[in-house]
Structures are given as structure tokens and as C-alpha cells.
């Protein structure tokens, strides 16, 4: 199988933008999904396909694609936002599945 | 749209075995894959084992390979992971969650697994 790369941590003050990145040569054909979790809950879909938002995921929350990184941008920064963050990609030659370490975001 | 609740975890000795059941409803599970998905203590995701509809093709992570087994019963609409010769390693809170190309949603709330002497 193969990694998925992430920032351990982001910081950011309330009202900013915050970016989490996430890599690996497979991204470049391979769709990724990101995922929040907050202390004590089940993790919860963000961003699917790249960039595509799932009903009830505010605007703020937004995915892109360049080459082997993909991107999730947070706009205009709230407090109820700092979570643990995780990208996710498959393997789709064996339909394995893989996430990334984890970044954990601190609103300031 | 749609729930899932995880049973079956606890404590089990080293080498010890449980089998952790996945409840569905609110949606028609036969047509979904299911994954199993685990989280150490204080660590990260990491995706364990998923099941087609049928029940005919799976996949593990390797580190559970050959211990641990996914199974489904679209009767019931529950999916199982039996877990066997387990290790201290194996702690964790397990997920189970539907998969979909539109990703892995929804995710039950967790059931933890200890596995201590």
C-alpha cells in the first residue's frame, strides 16, 4: 500500500483561512476524501471526490486538486472547527483503503 | 440518512478472540460495501477490512491479515469482524462505516476493543 502525508498540526485564528494539505504520487489518479473528527465522535465526511461537499457541510469547507497534493481549505475560521482532520485515498487496483496521519487544527 | 451502532467489544486477553457486530438501518444495506475502520488510543485512523454486497470479496490491512475476518449477513443487515489471535496492538476503538464513492458515510459510534493481561 502507500502513505498519505499530512501536516501534523495547523494553527489559525479565528475568522482566517486554514489549509490542510495532504500527499502522495497516487493522488494524482485517485480521487481523496477528507474527514473531521472531534474528541469523542465518529469521524465525519467532509469532502468527497476531491472537492464535492456532502448536503449539510457548510460552504466553508472546501477541496482541490493539483497533481499529488490535494487541499482542504476552511474559510473564515470558527472556533466549533478545531478537529483532527484526515484525508483518505484507495489503492483502486485492489480497492484497499488508506488514510492519512492526521492534522490536527488549533483555532487560536 | 441512514444509521449504524457497533457491539461486541472489550476486554480480551492476548491471543484471545471477539467478534464486533455492526447494526444498519434506515438504509438498503445489500447494496453497500461495508469497512471496518480502527483508532488507537490517541493515534490516527487506520482503515482495517472491507466487504462487497455479496459478502464474496474482502480486504484487510496487512497488519490483520490471516486474524481477522469480515463477514455479512444482508438478512440481518449486520457486518461482523471476528478477530482472532489478538494482540496488545489491537486496543483501539473500532468503527464501522458504508461505503460509497461518495465516501465513507455514515460511521457508527465506535466500540472499543482492549486487549490486556
Known amino acids: 500500500s502507500y502513505e498519505l502525508t499530512q501536516p501534523p498540526s495547523v494553527s489559525v485564528s479565528p475568522g482566517q483561512t486554514a489549509t490542510i494539505t495532504c500527499s502522495a504520487d497516487?493522488?494524482?489518479?485517485?480521487?481523496a476524501y477528507w474527514y473531521q473528527q472531534k474528541p469523542g465522535q465518529a469521524p465525519k465526511l467532509l469532502i468527497y471526490?476531491?472537492?464535492e461537499r456532502p448536503s449539510g457541510i457548510p460552504e466553508r469547507f472546501s477541496g482541490a486538486s493539483s497533481g499529488t497534493t490535494v487541499t482542504l481549505t476552511i474559510s473564515g475560521v470558527q472556533a466549533e472547527d478545531e478537529a483532527d482532520y484526515y484525508c483518505q485515498s484507495a489503492d483502486i487496483t485492489v480497492i484497499d483503503w488508506v488514510f492519512g496521519g492526521g492534522t490536527k487544527l488549533t483555532v487560536l | 440518512e441512514g444509521q449504524l451502532v457497533e457491539s461486541g467489544g472489550g476486554r480480551v486477553q492476548p491471543g484471545g478472540s471477539l467478534r464486533l457486530s455492526c447494526a444498519a438501518s434506515e438504509f438498503k444495506f445489500n447494496t453497500y460495501w461495508m469497512h471496518w475502520v480502527r483508532q488507537a488510543p490517541g493515534k490516527g485512523l487506520v482503515w482495517v477490512s472491507r466487504?462487497?454486497?455479496?459478502?464474496?470479496?474482502?480486504r484487510y490491512v496487512e497488519s490483520v491479515k490471516g486474524r481477522f475476518t469480515i463477514s455479512r449477513d444482508n438478512a440481518k443487515n449486520k457486518v461482523y469482524l471476528q478477530m482472532n489471535s489478538l494482540r496488545v496492538e489491537d486496543t483501539a476503538v473500532y468503527y464501522c462505516?458504508?461505503?460509497?464513492?461518495?465516501?465513507?458515510?455514515?460511521w457508527g459510534p465506535g466500540i472499543l476493543v482492549t486487549v490486556s493481561s
Open positions: 466487504i462487497n454486497t455479496d459478502g464474496n470479496d474482502t
Open positions: 471526490k476531491d472537492s
Open positions: 497516487t493522488l494524482a489518479k485517485q480521487y
Open positions: 462505516a458504508r461505503g460509497a464513492p461518495q465516501g465513507f458515510d455514515p
